[in-house]
């Protein structure tokens, strides 16, 4: 018995298109991970990128369990002394829910070249619409 070794030219993608509405940020966001790095797939390899294409819509519609919309900040580092900037999750819901959703998918992939390139996979938008419609997306209830 051999060990199946994915081949990058090898690799089909897909496209899936996932509406966000009413969703909990955490279990949305596993899901998206799973598809982007291909673990769905029998032909799964750790160090290949196998995973398919996601398009995320309504973005601004999903929600956070318990009193996360308050509790819950996001940190992020200009670089220089004191440069610590917060943000609430209510905050970042309203200004960048796109940002909100990749944060959560981005602590899920490898942290490596890998998992840059896996994210960049991932199409989100706050509205109901993408520009994706040539791709013909399949529709995944999640």
Same mark, same amino acid.
């Given at each position: ?54 398009? +995320? ?8 369990? @318990?009193?996360? =919309?308050? &509790? /819950? ?5 200009? %670089? ?24 959560? +998918? ?8 890998? @998992?840059?390139? =896996?994210? &960049? /996979? ?5 509205? %109901? ?14």
């Amino acid at each position: 018995m051999k060990t199946y070794n994915a081949k990058k030219d090898e690799i089909t993608r897909n496209w899936y298109l996932i509406n966000a509405e009413g969703k909990v940020v955490g279990r949305l966001a596993v899901e998206i991970a799973k598809r982007l790095r291909g673990k769905h797939k029998p032909v799964y390899t750790p160090h290949v990128d196998t995973g398919d294409f996601v398009i +995320v819509v309504n973005a601004k519609k999903v929600a956070l369990s @318990g009193a996360k =919309m308050e &509790k /819950k900040i996001y940190y992020r580092h200009s %670089g220089y002394p004191g440069g610590l900037k917060q943000t609430a999750a209510k905050k970042m819901l309203g200004e960048k829910p796109e940002e909100l959703l990749r944060h959560a +998918v981005k602590g899920m992939l490898p942290k490596n070249t890998l @998992g840059r390139q =896996m994210l &960049k /996979k991932l199409k989100i938008y706050s509205g %109901g619409t993408h520009p994706h419609s040539a791709q013909v997306p399949k529709v995944l209830e999640v």
